[in-house]
């Protein structure tokens, strides 16, 4: 199986920063897809920024996060990074690492993190 751990989630004030870390391990043949997710209260959970493994970078934000929201990725470390700047109290909410693996021809899977807390507030 895959194994996704994330890091550095946390309590910040409005207009601070933060940088959350998801490293990747088990078995599986390559990642096509790395992204990260959020949860508030109340709400749907949505996509808030993915990359792809491999190859040229190409990458996808949420209208709500661009410009201020920065995700990059070390392939030879099986990990992505989601740079957070400028955050608003709205960004509040359970972050989600996800991937989408190739486990063997033809076959794809999707694994999550655990998910890590971000609070903005005052």
């Known amino acids: 199986q895959v194994q996704l751990v994330e890091s550095g989630g946390g309590l910040v004030q409005p207009g601070e920063s933060l940088r959350l870390s998801c490293a990747a391990s088990?078995?599986?043949?390559?990642?096509?897809?790395m992204g990260w997710y959020r949860q508030a209260p109340g709400k749907q959970r949505e996509l808030v920024a993915r990359i792809n493994i491999g190859g040229g970078t190409s990458t996808n934000y949420a209208d709500s996060v661009k410009g201020r929201f920065t995700i990059s990725r070390d392939n030879a470390k099986n990990t992505v990074y989601l740079q957070m700047n400028s955050l608003k109290p709205e960004d509040t909410a359970v972050y989600y690492c996800?991937?989408?693996?190739?486990?063997?021809?033809?076959?794809?899977?999707?694994?999550w993190g655990q998910g890590t807390q971000v609070t903005v507030s005052s």
């Open positions: 088990g078995s599986f043949f390559s990642i096509n897809f």
């Open positions: 996800n991937a989408n693996v190739q486990r063997r021809i033809g076959v794809r899977g999707d694994y």
